[in-house]
């Protein structure tokens, strides 16, 4: 099938790759020249596992394709899906000019039928201002031709985001039109022979559906971020409350590891924009609105901890920082807990040192020539001259690390750890007092 994809972020370039994968003929359209330019010459603008092998062999077999013409881009595929950004607004509201200005070049350049088909995340009628503006358009050009819009949130995670498209738990589409549920069906069969993964509904409760996900997944995420904080405070540990909840099926070992906060660009803005979705309508959302808060202070956590051990005088100190990414197996850094943690340190005078696997372009693009950070090019050089280590991402390569090198290279014996990678007594045995999130008479607390 025909299909186009607006946006080749990690949601649009995903989308298309895996469905050019299987035997789709997909055209990805993107505003920003540099990145089309980039994909053209066979690079991939972000860092995905799996990603650029795909990409490559169904470019390769004529499948896939990339261009910044939005006419031509309307004119391929029956299926015009959209995938663009949807960032906060200040007030934390989804900012949907991008959704906007894809319907409005659908309805500037469509000269046939057309199935409008929203992956972004985007706020409960937001499929009506879709339409709307599709209309808009044709009526400007006198134009009658039909079109659907159908929504179809898509819930890959970031780093995992191929396995996540190509075996997905479910393949949610809202939509109240037969024709365009047929087309769908037939796009993603492919994803479908064994198991139907399919989930038809309304359009509104599909654009719910979505925020309602990623909402009870930072809900897990901060109701255990609390009770790691009170477990502290207790002399419990954390980490055996967390086998000790997650065996009983009814609550699940996913997402329920504690940390130093959820980043990424979507939990945050996700559930501010819910919770301003609800007091749009007047409702006041208790349970969101927490979930919001809590997470903004256990971002500081690390922070408070590292303060404390140097008894709130941190001028002239230097942290070895490992990890900056939100979380392992990317190099996106929207939100991280480390961005919080580098922002906290040079306020207090502090410098960084900081590696990670992945990140280090992106932390170079963002915070170029920051007074107070040092980019290293390994995890031990980020050490050398450092007086503690404070990890904020959980990569593989920091599992096991040589604690005997640590201890020897860092100026106090002291490891802050935001992900609860080790076991206390693994460190103590090389002299290494541990500090990590909620676990129990190791940890310590201001009060
Ligand atoms: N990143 C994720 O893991 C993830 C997962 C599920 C859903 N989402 C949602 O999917 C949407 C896209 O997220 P993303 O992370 O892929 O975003 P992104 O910022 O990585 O990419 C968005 C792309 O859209 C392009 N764009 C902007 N305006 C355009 C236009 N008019 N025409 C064509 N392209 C245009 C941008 O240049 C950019 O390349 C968001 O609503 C997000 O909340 C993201
Ligand atoms: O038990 C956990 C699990 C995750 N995290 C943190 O939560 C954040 C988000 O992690 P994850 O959900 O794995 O990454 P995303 O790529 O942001 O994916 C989420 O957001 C996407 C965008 O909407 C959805 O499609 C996915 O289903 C949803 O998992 C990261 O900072 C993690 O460190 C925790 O602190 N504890």
Redesign the pocket.
Known sequence: MKITI???????LVTGACLADVGHNVLC????QG?IEKLKNGQIP?YEPGLENIVKHTVEAGRLSFTTD?AEAVRHGTLQFI????PPDEDGSADLQ?VT??AR?IGEHMEDYKVVVD????PVGTGDKVRAAVRAQLDRRGLELDFDVVSN??????GA?INDFMKPDRIVVGTDSERAAELLREVYYPFNRNHDRMIFMDLRSAELTKYAANSMLATKISFMNEIANLAERLGADIEAVRRGIGSDPRIGYHFIYPGCGYG???FP??VQALARTASDCGYEARLLNAVESVNYAQKHVLFDKISHYFGGDLNGKVVALWGLAFKPNTDDMREASSRTLMEDLWKAGARVQAFDPEAMEETQRIYGDQEGLTLCGTKEQALKGADVLAICTEWKEFRSPDFESIAATIREPVVFDGRNLYEPEMLDRYGLIYYAIGRGRTQFHSE
């Open positions: 607006f946006g080749t972020g990690y949601v649009g359209m993107d505003v920003d990145k972000i939005s995938a663009v950004g949807t991008y200005a894809v070049s992956k972004s995340t985007v949130p898509e819930f890959l995670k970031e985001a990424g660009s979507c803005k996700d």
